[in-house]
């Protein structure tokens, strides 16, 4: 079973920074794309980073020049550092992978189960 497991969440003041990390269990035959999304209360769950096997990289606009994406295939790993955070990036934040699995036959999408950003003073 796949499991993908979020840390790094927590409270910070405005203008602080965070650092998100995930890693996905199990192998991999192939890993399309790894990303971040974010869902705040009353809002729909929306895209924040992304990154591809290439390491090709896309962000919201609202994020830009503040976080960055990276990732490590051989781990399994992708993490988001957010820099100058801002109260409207409160949110629960979830990890993403596209790919295929060693215990499945085609590409599919895993999530993880979330981890709360406060940004607040």
């Known amino acids: 079973q796949v499991k993908l497991v979020e840390s790094g969440g927590g409270l910070v003041q405005p203008g602080g920074s965070l650092k998100l990390s995930c890693v996905a269990s199990?192998?991999?035959?192939?890993?399309?794309?790894m990303a971040w999304y974010r869902q705040s209360p009353g809002k729909q769950r929306e895209l924040v980073a992304k990154?591809?096997?290439?390491?090709?990289?896309a962000y919201d606009d609202s994020v830009k020049g503040r976080f960055t994406i990276s990732a490590d295939q051989a781990k399994n790993s992708v993490y988001l550092q957010m820099d100058s955070l801002k109260p409207e990036d409160t949110a629960v934040y979830y990890c993403n992978l596209e790919g295929i699995h060693s215990s499945d036959s085609w590409i599919n999408d895993y999530w993880g189960v979330g981890t709360q950003v406060t940004v607040s003073s």
């Open positions: 199990g192998r991999f035959f192939a890993i399309n794309f």
């Open positions: 990154i591809t096997s290439d390491y090709t990289t």
